[in-house]
């Protein structure tokens, strides 16, 4: 009988959005400083801008979360989400924050 976990979900980072509501897609750029950050994991995430924490979510029962991420310097961000009851982090998802013309 195999013990492995494969219905474990796997911690993805699924949508970047400003608070205007606009998607920023991974590589893209955006002119906001404030974005939500939404994916799905097993029980609780917490969110990385490079190395530095910058917040933590509680799972959804359908394993969905967001972190609200606030004062976004310009220039390049590259987030990941860890899950630390099922290994690594996700895979990042970067964008750049460009002054507002």
């Known amino acids: 009988m195999s013990t492995s976990q494969s219905n474990a979900i796997v911690t993805t980072i699924v949508s970047v959005q400003g608070v205007s509501g606009v998607e920023i897609a991974n590589g893209g750029t955006t002119n906001e400083t404030s974005v939500i950050i939404g994916g799905v994991a097993e029980k ?3 969110v990385f801008d490079g190395r530095f924490a910058k917040g933590a979510a509680v799972v959804d029962s359908t394993g969905k979360w967001t972190v609200p991420l606030k004062g976004l310097t310009l220039g390049l961000h590259s987030i990941t989400a860890h899950d630390y009851s099922n290994g690594g982090p996700s895979l ?6 460009v002054p507002n013309k």
């Open 92 to 97: 990042p998802w970067t964008f750049t924050v």
């Open 44 to 46: 609780s995430v917490e």
